[in-house]
């Protein structure tokens, strides 16, 4: 049977090119394994993949009865539905450990680093198996966004060493541009309803039997963001928490000025603001926070914990 690789809900950058990088590093080892991903690519996710000349995989939301390897994520929240369903192979991530299960050992590869390609990078060196040069770009461009351009507190060595061999393999010159040309693209808002900017980037997380969304958009300029979308978000953030959840949150980073606008919506709002060090107002700006895995989350599941 062939396996999917399969990235979370909501797919950004990594979790789609992990699928296909992944799928290249499990055919080489002469495993059978078809990428696949749980949405369509997001506006910066379709620019990398138009540069570097590869397909989108093909969407997938249910995996009962599959084989399933899993990129960029442990968590059962952000997993198919019907996942218990499933059998999981492999995990590949850069998080924290999720709470997903197996009835059998698996191989599972989590480093502490800033995207789950570096950690794909590690292993293609491990087991020898080529990178052809358009995945080598792709790869590229996925550490380049989740690192924020090596600005992120998450970046690690090990990243920086993996995007400078993949810029090599891809021809890449010039990272500074390609990822600013990146950026542009995935700050483009045009078209786009205040939910569908929203859950770009979206993830839920149990927080202590609490169900809290969260989700992050990066811009190169929060001026981008007028006073009328910032009241449409805010209000749609309103919507999201209505559907099940605690607290629905969007993280507005701003790229160029390496801080992040807070906005939410919960039924305690004062658990948000106090672990995120803030009080509550129409302008919650927290200063240096870029990555929602190393300077929200953590602070906000031992909040929940207390």
Not at 123 to 139: F, R, S, T
């Amino acid at each position: 049977m062939t396996a999917l690789v399969l990235g979370h809900k909501n797919p950004d950058t990594d979790s789609i090119v992990a699928a296909l990088s992944a799928a290249n590093l499990y055919r080489g080892r002469g495993i059978d394994v078809k990428p696949v991903a749980q949405g369509e690519p997001a506006p910066e996710t379709a620019f990398v993949l138009k540069t570097f000349n590869l397909a989108a995989p093909e969407v997938v939301t249910s995996v009962a009865g599959q084989n399933v390897y899993l990129v960029d994520y442990s968590d059962l929240a952000q997993a198919p539905a019907d996942f218990d369903k499933a059998n999981l192979l492999g995990i590949i991530d850069h998080h924290k450990l999720g709470d997903v299960t197996s009835v059998a050992p698996v191989e599972c590869y989590i480093q502490p680093v800033g995207c789950s390609n570096t950690v794909i990078k590690f292993l293609h060196d491990l087991y020898n198996v080529e990178i052809p040069k358009d995945l080598a770009g792709a790869m590229l461009c996925a550490i380049l966004s989740d690192t924020v351009l090596f600005k992120s507190p998450t970046c690690t060595e090990a990243d920086k060493k993996a995007a400078a061999e993949l810029a090599r393999i891809a021809g890449v010159e010039d990272m500074q541009k390609l990822g600013m040309d990146m950026f542009k693209a995935k700050s483009n808002l045009d078209g786009a309803t205040p939910r569908e900017l929203i859950f770009r980037d979206f993830k839920d997380f149990d927080m202590s039997g609490h169900k809290v969304g969260i989700g992050q958009l990066e811009l190169t300029s929060l001026s981008m963001v007028t006073p009328e979308l910032k009241a449409a978000l805010k209000a749609e953030l309103e919507v999201i928490k209505g559907e099940g959840r605690h607290s629905a949150i969007l993280v507005l980073t701003d790229v160029m000025e390496e801080g992040s606008e807070l906005l939410l919506s919960s039924d305690d709002p004062e658990v948000i603001t106090k672990a995120l060090n803030t009080t509550l107002s129409d302008k919650m700006w927290l200063p240096g926070v870029m990555s929602r895995k190393k300077q929200v989350v953590p602070f906000l599941e031992q909040a929940f914990k207390a």
